[in-house]
């Protein structure tokens, strides 16, 4: 499985939701077994720069490049880039992923 993360911050913060609400688009494309859109909570003390985030898991590179090729994508992207400021993005295989026995973190 892939894991898709994105993180987004506005150019303004009256940006913030209508950069979650274009990003939202992305749901309605049919290739992620699973897909959310968050505004960050801005919890951490050390790291308030983000403000949305799209979290995303694909079956495989074919799931994520059929994602990335949807009509519904390129949309998203036209109506939030100019909203935008930074865009941070990582794919990484799950299966290849370092974890901590259970119960330790």
Do not use: C, W
Not at 60 to 74: G, M, N, R
């Amino acid at each position: 499985m892939i894991r898709h993360i994105v993180f987004f911050t506005a150019i303004s913060n009256d940006n913030i939701e209508s950069i979650r609400k274009g990003l939202q688009m992305l749901t309605g494309i049919p290739h992620a077994q699973h897909l959310e859109i968050s505004l960050n909570r801005k919890s951490d003390p050390n790291s308030k720069e983000i403000d949305v985030v799209v979290y995303g898991e694909f079956a495989d590179d074919a799931a994520l490049a059929a994602y990335k090729a949807h009509e519904t994508y390129a949309e998203s992207i036209r109506r939030v880039k100019p909203l935008r400021e930074l865009r941070f993005a990582v794919d990484y295989d799950q299966a290849q992923a370092l974890t901590a026995p259970d119960g330790q973190a």
